[in-house]
């Protein structure tokens, strides 16, 4: 089970920070990652991190976010910063478990994000 949290509403150029945990097993080798989504669009990656602690970042929040994790907790974070209408969406964190011979993906509830101008 992903619970995630820190989402609520923030004025344009603040900042936020969204975390989700993981609970109710052990995971091994998995990434992090967290999507968005706003009204009538699609699910898209804002940010992820590997097993490995590599992060990656869509270009529309490179630069103003900071993914991170703590594998003792089975947390992950989101940092952002010079936050922006356009980023206002539900948040959602994903854990995709590497089995070695398939994946398994786990989606968090959501978050709701919204910046006010």
């Known amino acids: 089970q992903l619970q995630a949290s820190g989402g609520g509403l923030v004025q344009a150029g603040g900042s936020l920070r969204l975390s989700c945990a993981a609970s109710?097993?052990?995971?091994?080798?998995?990434?992090w990652g967290w999507f968005r989504q706003a009204p009538g669009e699609e699910r898209t990656l804002v940010a992820r991190v590997l097993s490995g602690g590599i992060p990656d970042y869509a270009d529309s929040v490179k630069g103003r976010s900071t993914i991170s994790r703590d594998n003792a907790t089975n947390t992950v974070y989101l940092r952002m910063s010079s936050l922006k209408p356009e980023d206002t969406a539900v948040y959602y964190c994903k854990l995709v478990e590497n089995l070695g011979y398939a994946t398994l993906d786990y989606w968090g509830q959501g978050t709701l994000v919204t910046v006010s101008s």
């Open positions: 109710g097993r052990t995971f091994s080798s998995y990434a």
